[in-house]
C-alpha cells in the first residue's frame, strides 16, 4: 500500500475556477504535509506545509489537512493559466525522516 | 533558479554504457537526496546523504552508485542500467533530514535519462 494517495487527474479548468486537489495517506506518524508544484520540465518546488489539523491559507492557495480522516486538500481559487502544473502531495515523520510523495496531479487552466 | 543545479539537464545511454549524474548545492545544506521520478508514480527516494554519510540507501540496485564527496556535490554513478530505469532523476537538498516548520528540501530540475 502506498503511504500517500493522490487523486491522479488530470484536471483541465476554465481560468477563474476553483481547483479541488486531493490525497489520503495511511501514517499515522506523518507530522508535516506539503505541497510541492512542478511545472514542466523544471524539479518541485514547494508550494505550502502544515502542520498538524487544520486550513492554511496563502493568497488564492489553502492547504487543508484532517489528520482524522487522514486526507490533505490544496484549493487554488480564482486559478489562472500560470496555475498549469503537476501539484505533488507529500508528508513527513521525523520517525524515519522521510518524505513520502503521493503520484501527482496534473491541472491545466484553460484561459 | 532553485540553489541546486543538476547536469547533464538530459542524457541518453546504452545499456552498457558507464555516466555519471551530478549535482551541485551552494545553500550551505548538509542534507542531499537522489529521487527517481517515473511517469504516474510516486517519488521513489533512493539514497540519502546527511553531512556526507550515506544514511539511506533504499534497496536500490547496485547498477546505481551514488558519490559525496563532499556537502556541496552528489555525484549518481550509472552502469549496466536497464530500459525500465529511464525516468527523471532529481536531486534535493534541505539544510538538515529534518523537514518541517523552518526547513524544506529544494530541488533540482533534474536529469532526464533514457536508457536504449
Known amino acids: 500500500q502506498k503511504e500517500v494517495e493522490q487523486d491522479p487527474g488530470p484536471l483541465s479548468v476554465p481560468e477563474g475556477a476553483i481547483v479541488s486537489l486531493n490525497c489520503t495517506y495511511s501514517n499515522s506518524a506523518f507530522q508535516y504535509f506539503m505541497w510541492y508544484r512542478q511545472y514542466s520540465r523544471k524539479g518541485p518546488e514547494l508550494l505550502m506545509y502544515t502542520y498538524s489539523s487544520g486550513n492554511k491559507e496563502d493568497g488564492r492557495f489553502t492547504a487543508q489537512v484532517d489528520k482524522s480522516s487522514k486526507y490533505i486538500s490544496l484549493f487554488i481559487r480564482d486559478s489562472q493559466p500560470s496555475d498549469s502544473a503537476t501539484y505533488l502531495c507529500?508528508?513527513?515523520?521525523?520517525?524515519?525522516?522521510?518524505?513520502?510523495f503521493g503520484a501527482g496531479t496534473t491541472v491545466t487552466v484553460r484561459a | 533558479e532553485t540553489g541546486v543545479t543538476q547536469t547533464p539537464r538530459h542524457l541518453v545511454m546504452g545499456m552498457t554504457n558507464k555516466k555519471s549524474l551530478k549535482c551541485e548545492q551552494h545553500?550551505?545544506?548538509?542534507?542531499m537526496y537522489w529521487y527517481k521520478q517515473s511517469a504516474k508514480k510516486p517519488l521513489e527516494l533512493m539514497f540519502v546523504?546527511?553531512?556526507?554519510?550515506?544514511?539511506e540507501n533504499n534497496s536500490v540496485p547496485s547498477r546505481f552508485s551514488p558519490e559525496c564527496p563532499n556537502s556541496s556535490h552528489l555525484f549518481l554513478h550509472l552502469h549496466t542500467l536497464q530500459p525500465e530505469d529511464s525516468a527523471l532523476y532529481l536531486c534535493?537538498?534541505?539544510?538538515?533530514?529534518?523537514?518541517?516548520?523552518?526547513?524544506?528540501?529544494?530541488f533540482g530540475q533534474g536529469t532526464r535519462l533514457t536508457v536504449v
Open positions: 545553500l550551505g545544506h548538509n542534507a
Open positions: 534535493a537538498s534541505s539544510q538538515d533530514r529534518a523537514l518541517g516548520r523552518d526547513t524544506e528540501a529544494f
Open positions: 507529500a508528508s513527513w515523520s521525523s520517525n524515519d525522516y522521510k518524505l513520502s
Open positions: 546523504y546527511s553531512l556526507e554519510e550515506r544514511v
